[in-house]
């Protein structure tokens, strides 16, 4: 996946297990950028093995009846793989820049 071709905001929530959403910008040859917003990373309490974490990221869906349906689906799993990585490593950057920027208020 190249840098031009997807871009990634992250908005930290921590609210409950909610820990940030996600808006993902494909760039597509025609169009120009789409936009897909509303990806969730959660904490969970199942060991995710492709991110060595106890977190869940979730494409944008509804629950209804007990059951989550995806808005957005991924024929190729291996896509969807390395986009949960890129959104995974996108979320810990955006967490140590706001780590940093708390311990920087604390020392004014």
Do not use: C
Request: no cysteine.
């Amino acid at each position: 996946m190249k840098d031009e071709d997807v871009k990634i905001k992250i908005v930290i929530k921590n609210k409950g297990n909610l820990l940030a959403n996600a808006t993902i910008y494909v760039s597509t040859y025609d169009y120009g950028f789409i936009t897909i917003k509303s990806f969730q990373i959660w904490r969970s309490h199942v060991f995710n093995n492709r991110l060595k974490e106890n977190i869940n990221i979730q494409p944008p869906g509804k629950v209804a009846y007990g059951h989550y349906y995806p808005h957005v689906f991924f024929e190729d799993i291996q896509k969807w793989y390395e986009l949960e990585q890129e959104i995974y490593f996108a979320y810990l950057n955006k967490k140590n820049e706001n780590e940093e920027i708390d311990v920087s208020k604390t020392n004014i």
